[in-house]
T-cell receptor, first 114, second 113 residues
Framework: GAVVSQHPSWVICKSGTSVKIECRSL??????MFWYRQFPKQSLMLMAT?????????EQGVEKDKFLINHASLTLSTLTVTSAHPEDSSFYIC??????????FGPGTRLTVL | QQQVKQSPQSLIVQKGGISIINCAYE??????FPWYQQFPGKGPALLIA?????SEKKEGRFTISFNKSAKQFSLHIMDSQPGDSATYFC????????????FGTGTQLKVEL
């Protein structure tokens, strides 16, 4: 069964609003989670590393003020897309490592900004 | 940062045939190489992974072959089925500590009847 969940699975919002996406590890604790972005027919692009108890680390070129990450507990990380614009429309996926590098991915969240 | 080159970009195989996808990496310091399978609209699912202390790992119809000297690893899908039609990504540790992975560009596999 699924070991990482995401909510919501899809969201449509108006330009300028903020959207929060939740990522939960279901049967294990994750001090680190990862957030990816995927455009149609493209690979996964790592956006940031979510660290429980400390600030997230962002990949080069990712705006930390636009993509707010909070690792609230050992099983929950949230990604908030602030002041969303149509170019932020994408498929957002989180992952969590369970043992060593064995990462499990969530089912993804499809964000559409009108 | 680790680069991972994946080929082919797309692949069409007849039902029952063998699908082969290749990946090449740069940094030899790392020790975990997974393959992920992704269906449209879904998150990637870990398919099979290998550590470089072995040259081959087999799980059911899926086999990873690993060539450490050539810095290459490949995924073989035996007896390919239409249900295997998906996008496949190889990955390698990104380096710099932690569990970050760098993904290949993906291979879109279609298995035809």
């Amino acid at each position: 069964g699924a070991v990482v969940s995401q909510h919501p699975s899809w969201v449509i919002c108006k330009s300028g609003t903020s959207v929060k996406i939740e990522c939960r590890s279901l049967d294990f604790q994750a001090t680190t989670m990862f957030w990816y972005r995927q455009f149609p027919k493209q690979s996964l692009m790592l956006m940031a590393t979510s660290n429980e108890g400390s600030k997230a680390t962002y990949e080069q070129g990712v705006e930390k003020d636009k993509f707010l990450i909070n690792h609230a507990s050992l099983t929950l990380s949230t990604l908030t897309v602030t002041s969303a614009h149509p170019e932020d429309s994408s498929f957002y996926i989180c992952s969590a490592p369970r043992v060593y590098n064995e990462q499990f991915f969530g089912p993804g969240t499809r964000l559409t900004v009108l | 940062q680790q680069q991972v080159k994946q080929s082919p970009q797309s692949l069409i195989v007849q039902k029952g045939g063998i699908s082969i996808i290749n990946c090449a990496y740069e940094n030899t310091a790392f020790d975990y190489f997974p393959w992920y399978q992704q269906f449209p609209g879904k998150g990637p699912a870990l398919l099979i992974a290998i550590r470089p202390d072995v040259s081959e790992k087999k799980e059911g119809r899926f086999t990873i072959s690993f060539n450490k000297s050539a810095k290459q690893f490949s995924l073989h899908i035996m007896d390919s089925q239409p249900g295997d039609s998906a996008t496949y990504f190889c990955a390698a540790p990104q380096g710099g500590g932690g569990n970050k992975l760098t993904f290949g560009t993906g291979t879109q596999l279609k298995v035809e009847l």
